[in-house]
C-alpha cells in the first residue's frame, strides 16, 4: 500500500544525504507554519520547570554511519522509503536533570514531542515508547554503529497519522531515578514500531533545530504529609446472660362441699328419719399449655464475584 503513503517528509534527509551544503537549508522550510498545539501541563502542581532538549538526533540502521545531528526532525518507525531505505529508526533526545530545591519531590514529569511528519497509511497509529538511554552520546557523534542501548521502558503514547500535535510521554519514575541518583542522566531513547515489509511505518517529530523542540516539563512540591490512620479500639461484646423463665404453676380449683340439707321435722309420732349422705367431693382439674416456639430465619446476601 505503498501509493497510499505519506511521501513528504522524506525531502527532509535526502538534502544530508545527496544535496551538500545547498540542501541543508531545505531541511527547515517543511517545519515552518505547523500550528502548535497547546500545552497539557499539570495544574495540580505547585512550581513547573519547562526544559529544552539539549541534544537530540535520529540514527538509521540502512545508514550506520550517517550522523543526523543538524537535522529539523527526527524518526522513530521503520524506514522503507528512502533509496536505501533507512530500515529501523530511532531518535535520542537529551535534557538537563531538572534542579529540584531541597525539601521538594518530583510530582509529574513528561516528555513533550511535536509530530510534523508521517510515513504511514491513513488513520493508522504508531505505539511510540520512550526508554532510558544506558550511555553517553553527542549530537554531533552519534550514528547507527555507536549508539548506546537503552534500559527500562517508561511512558508510551500511540501516535496517530495527522501532523501537527503535541503528544506526552510519563518519564516521572525516569526523572525522580535521575535525581536520586539512581540512574545516571544518559538522556531518553524513543522507539516506535520497528516492522518491516506492509506494516512499515514511522513518525518524524520536531528537533531542537526545528520549530518545536522537545520538551521536559517536571512539577514538583512538598512531600504529601500523610494522613494519620486512627487505631481501632477494641471493644468486647456484652455476654448474654442466661435468665431462667419461671414455670408457671398451676392454680388449684376448690374443692366444693356439700352442706347439710335440713333438719328433720319432728310430729306427733316421732320416726326415724335416716341422715342425709354426703355427695363425694370433685377432684380439681388441672390443665396444661405447651410453649410456642417460632422459628427464625436469617438472610444472607451473597457476596458478588466480581492493540
Not at 51 to 63: I, K, P, R
Not at 65 to 84: E, H, Q
Request: aromatic share 10%; with cysteine.
Amino acid at each position: 500500500m505503498k501509493y497510499a503513503r505519506a511521501r513528504r517528509p522524506a525531502a527532509l534527509f535526502l538534502p544530508l544525504l545527496f544535496g551538500g551544503i545547498a540542501g541543508l537549508a531545505a531541511l527547515f522550510f517543511l517545519a515552518r507554519g505547523l500550528p502548535a498545539a497547546q500545552a497539557q501541563i499539570p495544574q495540580s502542581a505547585s512550581t513547573l520547570i519547562a526544559l529544552t532538549s539539549t541534544a537530540d538526533a535520529c540514527v538509521l540502521e540502512g545508514y550506520p554511519t550517517l550522523n543526523l545531528g543538524i537535522t529539523a526532525d527526527m524518526w522513530v518507525g521503520y524506514d522503507d522509503f528512502l533509496n536505501p531505505p533507512g530500515k529501523t529508526a530511532r531518535s535520542y533526545i537529551a535534557f538537563p536533570s531538572p534542579a529540584i530545591p531541597a525539601g521538594q519531590q518530583v510530582i509529574t514529569a513528561a516528555l513533550r514531542i511535536f509530530h510534523v511528519f508521517t510515513w504511514d497509511v491513513p488513520d493508522a497509529q504508531d505505539h511510540i515508547t520512550a526508554y532510558a538511554a544506558d550511555g553517553a552520546w553527542t549530537e554531533a557523534g552519534i550514528t547507527w554503529s555507536n549508539a548506546p542501548a537503552w534500559g527500562p521502558a517508561y511512558g508510551s503514547v500511540d501516535v496517530g497519522f495527522e501532523i501537527g500535535s503535541w503528544y506526552e510521554l510519563d518519564v516521572t519514575e525516569l526523572v525522580r531515578d535521575w535525581i536520586a541518583g539512581r540512574r545516571p542522566n544518559y538522556g531518553i531513547v524513543l522507539r516506535g514500531e520497528e516492522a518491516s515489509g506492509p506494516e512499515a511505518s514511522w513518525r518524524g517529530f520536531s528537533t531542537r533545530e526545528g520549530d518545536n523542540p522537545p520538551q521536559l516539563v517536571v512539577a514538583y512540591g512538598p512531600p504529601a504529609t500523610p494522613t494519620p490512620t486512627p487505631s481501632r479500639t477494641y471493644t468486647p461484646s456484652p455476654t448474654a446472660t442466661m435468665t431462667s423463665t419461671p414455670t408457671s404453676t398451676p392454680t388449684a380449683t376448690p374443692t366444693a362441699t356439700a352442706s347439710p340439707t335440713g333438719t328433720p321435722t319432728s310430729t306427733s309420732t316421732p320416726t326415724a328419719t335416716p341422715s342425709p349422705t354426703l355427695s363425694p367431693t370433685p377432684a380439681g382439674v388441672r390443665i396444661w399449655f405447651p410453649l410456642a416456639w417460632k422459628s427464625r430465619w436469617k438472610s444472607r446476601t451473597a457476596t458478588p464475584n466480581a492493540r
